[in-house]
């Protein structure tokens, strides 16, 4: 389970399973197992003393840089091994994190290698045209009109090495259309192919014949028709699939990978004499298990290497053609790692319940006068049995209410002295045996409220149930003793992971009125920024780069804070000086609002309206 139990620190929280030696646990904290290994606490409290609150996106660069290398290492290794003559390249589908923050990095730290972007859009094949290095490949995936398709040709005579991926033979009309409209030079072209093997997983139907993507064999052979009809055949560079995001298996990819292969022979024995590449797609899974035996990809990365490589060699001898360029486009992986969601826990609600706030009668009902004696009278000897006899006098004291037996305030005090008979039972069963104390943590749950929304940031996991690795960042070296369920601010039921005993997850018990405590969300920098959606008007939360100098130092920089309230309005269309007058006014008619006082709460107002929407907490660095 996800905890500090094991008395090893590398395997705190599963750590080890989904960490992939980015983050380490040591001295009682999360670092940052690069450079000097800051922790991840010691980030976090220097952004709050700067004055930034709330939650915070930390991006990490080198980790994205360090995803694309390692795949490109696996890839030259199986090629050597092999001995495959065809050259790999890949890309960066943009769909995955269109961020400047992680972009512009990821460009920069890879311009010596034959890695671009990819664009699903003419937004997203701007953003290549700019960032990619020339020379290096962009691909262009989706639904294309003619102006897109003239951007390609735009993209193309300013000097990049652009293909167009069609997805319909109508695109391919319109491709040379314009080719007759604007001339040399034309961008190269590729073939999506709708395969018949499918994928696996919640994305398997990105692949299969009811695929929402990709030309049937009828249609690639009304394809080559027209290249050669119109004197393209030449501009023909490649074919392309994609079987689904997060492939949990390998054996999907090995069947499809077969079928490519085979289409690509029989079009390069048709005449398609310049059609050198196989684009796999991306697809490539990321590990966000906690828990052993829950794996999420059941293959290595040298395992995928070596079985696409191995693959295509394969059916290149076969077939008697020349080995392909390989060509994917993995998003997830190269991006998923680089950033870490950082929220404050606001509230512990079991905190409110103390014996100050007891409200005991001279006389109470016999149930209630029990817990009262449990409570006194519990020991480490007896805490089990004493919480089981608690949890079973509060259910029958909760129907006694019901039925009009007991009235709000014997109801109050069952709450509460259940409440402390649970936190001394924990406390006492501290040094026994983890399955006891693990009992005990299945059955009652304490609810961290969280200052973060989950739809802004975690969109996944309330749209897909998508677990994400979670652990505090710091008293590793403490045992946590609560079963936890996370709360997000949101005015939505919805906004909450819920304790799941196949996924647990254990916390500490701390006094947030105290000291602070932070959570640590992993593994969110792929699709959960971009998809995230303003539900209660909560946005993007602030996010800071680290970045590491050639001695191991770190910097902490382009912090982009989070957003006002008034900047949230003008967002989706509101007219905040409208809105500002219309309060304004309000304030002013206010019968019960004097002149001086209107002044004072107008100045308090434009504070408010000028800071986030996420919740305050207190800086205990003050």
Known sequence: ????????????????????????????????????????????KRLRESGYKGPLLLRFPHLAAQNVRTLFHHFERAKKEFDYKGKFKAVFPLKVNQFPGFVIPL???????????????????????????????????????????????????????ITLTIEGINELELIIKEAKRLGSPVPKIGLRIRLHTGGIGIWAKSGGYSSKFGLTSTELLEAMDLLKTHGLTDRLSMIHFHIGSQMNHISPLKKAIREAGNIYAELRKMGADNLRAINIGGGLAVEYSQQEGQSHRNYTLEEFSNDVVFLLKEISQAKNVRE??????????????????????????????????????????????????????????????YLHDALDHMESLLTLFDLGYIDLTDRANTETLVHLIIKKALELLRNKSSKEIKDILDRVQERYLVNFSLFQSLPDYWGLGQNFPVMPLDR??????????????????????????????????????????????????????????????????????????????????????????????DDIDYDT??????????IEDAETIGEHECKDILGELYLYLSENGYLRTINFAE
Request: aromatic share 8%; glycine share 6%.
């Open 476 to 569: 590793l070296d403490q045992q946590p003793t609560r079963s936890a369920s996370l709360w997000d601010i949101t005015c939505d039921s919805d906004g909450e992971i819920a304790f799941n005993i196949d996924n647990p997850l254990y916390l500490h018990d701390v006094d947030v009125e105290k000291e602070e405590y932070f959570l640590g969300f992993f593994k969110v920098g792929a699709y959960q920024e971009i998809l995230g959606m303003r539900h209660n008007l909560f946005t993007h939360p602030t996010e800071a780069t680290i970045r590491f100098d050639e001695e191991g130092s770190y910097t902490i920089e382009n912090v982009l804070e989070v957003r006002s309230v008034l900047d949230v309005l």
């Open 107 to 161: 460009m920069e730290a890879t311009k010596d290698l034959e890695y671009g972007l990819e664009a699903g859009s003419k937004g997203e094949l701007i953003l290549a045209m700019a960032h990619t290095n020339l020379g290096k490949p962009i691909t262009v995936n989706g639904f294309k009109d003619q102006e897109l398709i003239s951007i390609g040709f735009l993209a193309a005579k300013m000097g990049h090495n």
């Open 1 to 44: 389970m996800p905890s500090a139990n094991s008395t090893d620190p590398r395997k705190s929280y599963g750590i080890h399973l989904w960490g992939e030696g980015n983050f380490v646990v040591e001295d009682g904290v999360v670092k940052v197992d690069h450079g000097s290994r800051p922790s991840l606490i010691e980030i976090t």
């Open 577 to 586: 000086k409208e809105i500002e007058r219309r309060i304004r006014q309000m």
């Open 324 to 385: 392909p360029t390989i060509f994917t486009e993995s998003g997830r992986y190269v991006a998923a790692d680089h950033a870490v969601l950082v929220a404050p826990v606001l509230e512990l609600f079991s905190q409110e319940y103390s014996e100050k706030i007891l409200r005991l009668k001279e006389s109470n009902p016999p149930l209630v006068q029990e817990l009262y004696d449990l409570y006194r009278s519990i020991t480490a000897k007896n805490a089990r049995e």
